[in-house]
Every structure is written in C-alpha cells, then in structure tokens.
C-alpha cells in the first residue's frame, strides 16, 4: 500500500486564509499538486458539501474536513498546523491541527481501514500533543504514519496509544438494580470514515470513566463487525450516534433508545450515556421499533439457518418496496375521487396523455379537476412502476449490501419487461444478490479494488443476472404468473372466489407481519398495477387482504379492553388499548405481543376470524383501490358497507373464540396473571 502522508503534504505554521473555505480550498490544491488527485475544484467541491452538512471542528482545536471524491486518485492526507487557527465551527473555538481526509470514490477497504485510524488517533491528548510539537515536516509524518499503522514505531518521537484506564466507580446516578448500566451504541456518519470512530472511542472513553459496561459497533465504508447477539440482549439501553440509517436496526427491537447525530457523540459522550440510563430506568422510554424475533433473525448472521437467512432478505426487501407502494396507490386512489379524475381517469391512458399535452393555463376538456386527477394518477402509477424493482434491488442489498443494489434494480426492471411479475423480481433480486456477493468475496489484485463496488460487482452481476431471466428463466415465470392472473379472473363472479378470500385470510393472520403475511400482502399490491374497471379482481384481492389484516389487532384488543378484561394480565389490556389504533390503520403486528404471550390460542383465533373475514369480501364484492390505510382510506374502498360487515364479523369471531380458548383450553392462572404489575409497550 503506498504512503497516505507524505512531508510535502504538510504545512508547518501557515495562515491558508481567514476561513475553513480558503483552508480547505488550499489543502485540495497541495493534494492535486502531488499528483494525488486530478481536480483541485472538484475535491474541494465534494468536501465543502460534507461540510455543509455538517462542520468538521472537533474539540481542542482539531479539525477533519474529509470527502470521498471521483477527483482523488490516491487515498491522502493533507495537514496543515495554523498559525492562527481558523473557525471550524467547534464549541471550543478555532482550530490549529487540519487534515484534509481525501478518499477515491471507491476507495478499497484497507485505505478506509487506515484513515479511520487517524480518526480514533485524534482522540488521543499525546497525538495531538506530538503535532503541536514537531519540528519538521518528516517529524509529522512519522507522527502520524506510526498512528496509521504505515510507519515504523522505533521512529516515531511520541507514543499514540493511550495507557488502559483503570476500572473506575460507577458514577452517580448510572446504575441500574444496583449493578452497573450495560449499554451498547451503534456510531456512523455520511462518509464513514472519520466520525465514525472518533465518536466511538469518546463513548468507549466516556464509558470506561463512568464504570459502566459499554460496547460500540461503528459502521464504517470499510464494512462494520456486528456486536455479539448476547451482548445486545443484556444491554439495558442503546445509543444511536448517527447520521445515517443503522444497519440492521432490527437487531436492537424491543430496547430503550436515544438518538443524535454522531458529532455530539464525540463531544458529548457523557450526556449521551447519562440520558440512555434515564431511558433504560423510564418505562414509557422510545423503543426500538419490530419484535424480539425480528432482533434474533437480524443479529450474528453465521449463527442462523438458511431458511432463517432467506426469510430476512425477502423481507428486507418488502419493507422497502413498501414506501413505494403505499404513497403510488394512495395517489391512483385520490386519482378516482369524483371531483377529480374519477373511476375512468386513465381510460385509454388518456391521464398519461393530458400530463403531458395540458397544463394550469392549458386546462383539458374537463377541467381542474381531471388535470389534478390525471396528475394525481401519473405520479401514483409511475411510484407503483417501481415496485418490482425496488422488491429485487433490495432483495440483492440484504445479500450483497450497497455493491448488489444496481443489478437487483436491474433484474427487477428486467422482470417486468418479461412480463414475469413480482415473482420473477424475487428471483433475480436473489440472484442478483448471491452474484454480486460471490464477485465481492474475490481477492482481487489492490490496484482493481477501488473499482469492485462500483464498477466491476454492478457491471457483472448486471450482466449474469439479468441475463439469465433474459434467456432461461424470465418466459417460464411469465407463464406461471399469466396463468395464475387468468385463475383468479375466471373466478371472479363465481363461487370459487370465496375460497380465494379464505386462504388470504388465513394467511394475513398466521404470522401477524411475519413471511407468510407478508407473501401475501406482496402478491396483492402487484397485481393492483394492472387493475382495471374491466378487469377488478386486483382489487378485490386487495380488499379481502387489507380487511383480513386488520382483524387480529382488532379482535385482541376487543377481547382484551371490552369482552373479558379479566382474561388478560394488565399489560395485555394496556396493549390493547394500543391494538384499536394499529388495527383501524391495518397494521397486523398490533397483535404480536398477545401472540407472542399465547400463541397456540391467539394465532388459531385470529386465522379462523381472518378466513371469514376473507371470505365475505369476497362474497360482497369489497374493493380497495388503496394499498394501505385500514379505515383512514375509506374513499377508496367500495361497498363500505361490505368492509365494514366483513371486519366487524371477523373481529367478533376471533375475539369471542379466543376469549373460549382461554376460558375451556388450559386456562391461565387469572391470580397470577393479576399479580403481573403494569407496564404499558408505547404503541
């Protein structure tokens, strides 16, 4: 690997101008005049925006402005010690010790590995000390490349390692039953290189000084090792010093929180740990959002089943096809309001034609309200054109992280030029992802891994995975997927439709949010893209799916707050109070605490209240023109009569049977179930 620093990337007691712009500005510039990176512009370009975004001033007088820019060419860095320091924005005024962080856009994993160092090297009084001492620019230099692990340590003129701390007396007020608090923390800033880690050594530090137990998972470019899963489960709190998505948040479900960006985890260390004690001891404290089961299926990868692993991705990749497909079909739905475009706003895809061809001062024949309704209609369709592909690109991103998110785009756009439907982005979303994640294990020769993640692993898990549904898989898929379309028209109208409801129903309440129903939900909301006023049998699977969705939260917080209080511990009633609002928005996991506290009793009612639920929309002819909303999407639903029969009858079923199932089946014992002290889960 080739010299970060070198003694002509130094600047000993200069002024490089009056603000962190002309610095900055002038540290790109020595690092394009060494041959380093080819734009001076555009490294400062990219640096600015990190800066922008937030400063790089660091307490006692440290600054890093740093940036992953096209224009390097080589992993550098550029440090200047001011004379006088420049405001970079820190609490404790001007900074004297700048590094300029420059990064290649796809810098290799061990150039990111050995910047990170000089991050958590900052953290340290004699790093600091050593570069406010040096004489000369060689002097520096050995500085830092012996704190970077490039360096021979005999010449270095100061140590960097920070003498190991003595174990230290829990302070006042961080102990939880007389023991001292565990609390883990998860660090991670836009880059993922400096901060990152400069905040998890000052927690680690703070931490230490505190007496308390504290682990710390930075997630940095250069990949991240997750924390032990025992580890996250004793843990009374998490911190989350972030300015970016946690990886794998899920892991975490269930645990008290606080969140910040990840600047004031290196400045406020103790703060941060402080207030993640008073949540630990608060029991209305944030939660982390999912279930203790989603927690054990995300943590320690290598320690589930295949099955398990599977079940994770294509969930991953539902939930973020999700967003996609609620905010697009809302649209459509708002689209079929009468004062707007109606329920023929996009008869011979005329909505498409009047977007294009009109305009507020160009109305078309009818008006305001088809223009806003053909709009409306447009962009909903055009959000529900993604579904698909994002349900592929984020299949691949669960298998092969960010490296697989471009192909699995790919395959699923792909798929759906085949005509082979969600299924078909399934497959090449997993092939896509197992590809890409084949390539990224080569070892590849240090000059070609730069590129991997963004050239090479896209390019060619592109071309092997959409290639194949190309040329093998894509037309068999389509068949299936024409026949199973051409199935379900022939039944609507005809009896057999019930039974269609039915297994949606049992489906929509087996797991409660978990594969099965969420197979389900999926297969629904694809088919509502190709809905029509001819063709209406998308849209009654999509209400026999919502209305079945909505019972079991709905029938457990009826037994529970309304039937027979008695039957429940307090918690259960206070989740059930919960459970009304969950189930009226058609969020089925508002009845995952009761399942998971009686399953054998809560899940069969449920499934048998979700069948009849299921099959008497079907039966009334119940359609949602919406993905999602429950009660809150009532105008794009029809009959409401229907609905609303449908799911107030399964929600009687399933509440009065599981009320009998706990009366007559292995009853509970009431007494004890009483002694239980309250402790309410925040909805």
């Not at 400062?44 to 820019?69: C, M, N, V, Y």
């Not at 305009?359 to 055009?382: C, D, H, K, N, R």
């Not at 089925?588 to 069948?611: T, Y």
């Amino acid at each position: 690997m080739s010299q970060t620093i070198t003694p002509d990337l130094v600047s000993l007691d200069v002024g490089l101008g009056s603000d962190k712009a002309a610095v900055i500005r002038s540290l790109a510039a020595r690092v394009v005049a060494q041959g380093r990176a080819t734009d001076a512009d555009g490294l400062f370009a990219d640096a600015w925006a990190r800066e922008q975004k937030d400063e790089t001033g660091l307490p006692g007088g440290i600054a890093i402005p740093h940036a992953k820019s096209a224009a390097v060419t080589q992993p550098s860095l550029a440090f200047a010690r001011l004379s006088p320091g420049v405001d970079f924005g820190a609490p404790d005024g001007p900074a004297d010790l700048v590094f300029l962080i420059a990064a290649p856009e796809g810098a290799a994993e061990a150039h990111l590995a050995v910047l990170s160092k000089l991050a958590r090297s900052l953290m340290q009084d004699d790093f600091t000390a050593g570069l406010r001492a040096a004489k000369t620019n060689d002097e520096v230099v050995a500085i830092v490349r012996n704190a970077i692990g490039e360096g021979d340590a005999s010449a270095a003129p100061a140590a960097v390692a920070a003498p190991a701390a003595a174990a230290a007396p829990v302070a006042d007020g961080l102990a939880i039953d007389g023991r001292p608090a565990r609390i883990v923390a998860v660090t991670a800033c836009a880059t993922g290189i400096a901060h990152t880690f400069m905040a998890a050594d000052a927690l680690t530090a703070a931490g230490t000084v505190a007496g308390i137990d504290l682990a710390v998972e930075p997630q940095g470019s250069s990949g991240y090792q997750a924390l032990p899963r025992e580890v996250i489960e004793n843990a009374d709190a998490v911190i989350f010093a972030t300015d970016v998505d946690v990886r794998e948040q899920q892991r975490f479900a269930g645990k008290p929180f606080v969140r910040s960006g990840v600047k004031r985890g290196i400045e406020q260390p103790r703060e941060l740990i402080a207030e993640a004690v008073a949540a630990a001891n608060n029991p209305n404290a944030a939660r982390v959002s999912g279930t203790a089961t989603d927690g054990a299926a995300a943590a320690g990868s290598d320690s589930i089943s295949w099955g398990a692993r599977i079940q994770r991705i294509l969930l991953t990749g539902v939930s973020y096809m999700i967003p996609f497909v609620a905010g697009g079909g809302l649209l459509i739905a708002l689209s079929f309001l009468p004062f707007l475009g109606g329920v023929n706003v996009n008869a011979d895809n005329q909505a498409f034609d009047i977007v294009v061809n009109n305009a507020l001062w160009a109305l078309p024949a009818g008006g305001l309200g088809q223009y806003i309704g053909s709009m409306l209609f447009v962009i909903g369709a055009t959000s529900m054109g993604f579904l698909v592909s994002a349900l592929a690109g984020y299949i691949a991103f669960a298998i092969a992280d960010r490296p697989g998110i471009a192909p699995g785009f790919v395959a699923g756009a792909v798929a759906v030029l085949m005509n082979a439907g969600f299924i078909g982005g399934i497959v090449g979303g997993l092939l896509a992802g197992f590809i890409a994640y084949a390539i990224g294990r080569i070892n590849a020769p240090r000059w070609l891994r730069g590129l991997m993640p963004v050239v090479i692993i896209p390019l060619l898990a592109s071309i092997v995975a959409s290639g194949l549904l190309i040329l093998f898989l894509g037309r068999p898929i389509a068949t299936l997927m024409e026949w199973l379309n051409t199935w379900l028209t022939d039944l609507a109208g005809t009896s057999g439709i019930v039974i269609v409801g039915v297994i949606l129903g049992l489906m929509m309440c087996f797991d409660l949010g978990g594969p099965v129903n969420k197979v389900a939900y999926a297969f629904a909301v694809a088919g509502l893209g190709a809905a029509t006023a001819e063709n209406p049998t998308p849209y009654l699977i999509m209400g026999a799916v919502m209305t079945a969705g909505m019972v079991p939260p709905l029938a457990m917080a009826f037994a529970s707050t309304v039937l027979a209080r008695r039957m429940f511990t307090p918690v259960e009633r206070e989740n059930g109070v919960a459970a009304w609002l969950l189930g009226a928005a058609f969020i089925s996991e508002g009845a995952i605490p009761f399942a998971a506290a009686d399953p054998l009793r809560v899940i069969p009612a449920s499934m048998v209240g979700g069948a009849v639920t299921g099959a008497l929309t079907m039966l009334f002819g119940v359609q949602s023109l919406a993905p999602h909303g429950g009660i809150f999407v009532l105008f794009a639903i029809n009959p409401i009569w229907g609905f609303l029969v449908a799911l107030i009858a399964g929600v009687l079923v399933s509440g009065f049977l599981v009320v009998a199932f706990k009366r007559f089946i292995a009853p509970k014992e009431l007494a004890e179930a009483e002694s239980i002290p309250a402790v309410a889960v925040p909805a």
